[in-house]
T-cell receptor
Framework: AQTVTQSQPEMSVQEAETVTLSCTYD???????LFWYKQPPSRQMILVIR??????QNATENRFSVNFQKAAKSFSLKISDSQLGDAAMYFC??????????FGEGTQLTVNP | EAGVTQSPTHLIKTRGQQVTLRCSPI?????VYWYQQALGLGLQFLLW???????NRGNFPPRFSGRQFPNYSSELNVNALELEDSALYLC?????????????FGPGTRLLVL
């Protein structure tokens, strides 16, 4: 069974600084997708970034980028120039056959002014 | 473009009752997914519907069921409610049945079972 692990229950960062959230996963599949979602206090799940496992190039979306290490089964999220609006629970997720998402436990990010 | 919508937003029920939650996917999306987010248990996959058929089911008892209508909207039914069913129920949709299609989430329905 696939598992996703986020080892940092909580993280904090100063506004305008950079923070990296960690995620590891376990799978025997060769073809899969990885996602980062954020869940602000409104509880709405919002897609942050998506990575195809077959692509070696790390995905980037504006201030958000990932460090995808396929051999190490690691998928970390880097947030640059952190903003107050980035404060949220961040979930790492994995998808393969069956298209279900398997989520990690989440990392609560606090942004300090 | 309208996002995924869910109704109701909040619901309070008592043990043993039955509840129906509703979800309308993004226009053009054929797949609908249901997830349960209970306190302390994280996000758990419940059900996946595509083209009116149940495609996959998570590790939940049979009292959790659902269906998808011809317009691709979906219902999640929970019978014989238990206290531990209290959770946020999230619906998501994606445009097609294929590996890795991004799932877009609705705002959720908060269910409290007393």
């Amino acid at each position: 069974a696939q598992t996703v692990t986020q080892s940092q229950p909580e993280m904090s960062v100063q506004e305008a600084e950079t923070v990296t959230l960690s995620c590891t996963y376990d799978t025997s599949e060769s073809d899969y997708y990885l996602f980062w979602y954020k869940q602000p206090p409104s509880r709405q799940m919002i897609l942050v970034i998506r990575q195809e496992a077959y692509k070696q190039q790390n995905a980037t979306e504006n201030r958000f980028s990932v460090n995808f290490q396929k051999a190490a089964k690691s998928f970390s999220l880097k947030i640059s120039d952190s903003q107050l609006g980035d404060a949220a629970m961040y979930f790492c997720a994995y998808s393969t056959s069956g298209s279900r998402l398997t989520f990690g436990e989440g990392t609560q990010l606090t942004v300090n002014p | 473009e309208a996002g995924v919508t869910q109704s109701p937003t909040h619901l309070i029920k008592t043990r043993g009752q039955q509840v129906t939650l509703r979800c309308s996917p993004i226009s053009g999306h054929t797949s609908v997914y249901w997830y349960q987010q209970a306190l302390g248990l994280g996000l758990q996959f419940l059900l996946w519907y595509d083209e009116g058929e149940e495609r996959n089911r998570g590790n939940f008892p049979p009292r959790f069921s659902g269906r998808q209508f011809p317009n691709y909207s979906s219902e999640l039914n929970v019978n014989a409610l238990e206290l531990e069913d209290s959770a946020l129920y999230l619906c998501a949709s994606s445009p097609q049945v294929s590996l890795g299609e991004t799932q877009y989430f609705g705002p959720g329905t908060r269910l409290l079972v007393l």
